[in-house]
């Protein structure tokens, strides 16, 4: 029901904890010194990453039940936001009023995120599809894409905005090509549900978490696993993030552990010490 900033060469937490949900924090997103934050209990809030103040909020979205995740647009304009309303919404992130609802899902949506440019809204559910849409209309474009069989997880748009990832419960993430909506390689295949994932800035790598607790990368114009020494959790890995300028990765698991992960030389890992959640979000700054 928290949140907390924590210094990443050192290990310890800077501002925080920041109070004012009731439920689970389910996802947070970051722009600039502004925090965006949603939870189970149907609001979202932003706050002010240099003092921990709030500064909007809170809003109640999708007829307050569960916002399941939370994005900003590059330009850091509009919020997005995914609801158990089996909805969508798009917000003005500097007054909090909603400007577009996505309707089309038929089941809770779990996941959104914004194309590069900021035209397109993608968003996974559910009901098992991905769809694409138009941010200025809040129209659906074309069919959803189909395959997954298990709730779409994680979604999100290459840096140049040709492909779409997404990761399920059915163990795969799949890549897909955003204007024919074909697969571009066979599905991905994780040990067990893929529930996160990371695209490194450069759209080269994907990182990605499973139940079982295994992290995995991955080659994104192959499709083919990079070896590496991640070492397992023992628990649910809920959240995986590149930081900025991908040198670093980081992974948060409901074994109680945020590890950070030296992506370029030696793969050394850096545990956070002091955390007890077991379910946790987690995103990088952006560069100073």
């Given at each position: ?22 439920n ?6 970051v ?9 189970w ?10 003092s ?10 999708h ?12 330009d ?14 798009v917000?003005?992130a ?10 089309g899902?038929?089941?809770?949506v ?7 440019d ?11 599809t ?26 999100c ?7 779409i ?23 991905l ?9 990371a ?16 992290i995995?990368m ?15 959790h ?8 590149f ?16 590890a ?19 379910r ?9």
């Open positions: 029901m928290t949140l907390r900033i924590w210094d990443i060469e050192t290990g310890k937490m800077v501002i925080g904890p920041l109070v004012g949900h009731t689970t924090v389910r996802c947070v997103a722009h600039g010194s502004r925090i965006a934050s949603c939870s209990d149907g609001t979202f809030r932003v706050w002010d990453a240099d921990g103040k709030l500064v909007l909020g809170p809003i109640t979205a007829n307050g039940r569960s916002v399941n995740w939370i994005a900003y647009s590059k850091g304009t509009r919020i997005a936001t995914a609801g158990d309303n089996d909805r969508a919404a917000w003005d500097n007054t909090g009023v909603q400007l577009r609802e996505m309707v899902h038929t089941n809770w779990v996941c959104v995120a914004f194309s590069e900021g035209t397109y809204l993608v968003s996974g559910s559910r009901d098992e991905v769809r694409i849409w138009d941010v200025a209309s809040g129209e659906c474009i074309g069919e959803p894409l189909t395959g997954h069989r298990g709730w779409v997880r994680a979604v748009f290459s840096p140049d905005d040709k492909r990832f997404s990761s399920s419960d059915d163990r795969t993430i799949r890549i897909w090509d955003a204007e024919t909506r074909a697969l571009i390689v066979e599905p295949r994780m040990d067990d549900g893929v529930l996160c994932m695209l490194s800035p450069d759209g080269k790598r994907l990182v990605s978490g499973s139940r079982s607790g295994k995995a991955w080659d994104t114009q192959t499709g083919a696993e990079i070896p590496t020494p991640f070492k397992a023992t628990g649910y890995v809920w959240s995986v993030a930081s900025p300028d991908g040198r670093m990765i980081a992974s948060a698991s409901e074994d109680k552990t945020i950070l992960w030296d992506a370029t030389d030696d793969w050394k890992r850096w545990d956070i010490d002091n955390y007890v959640t077991t946790a979000v987690l995103r990088f700054s952006p560069p100073l």
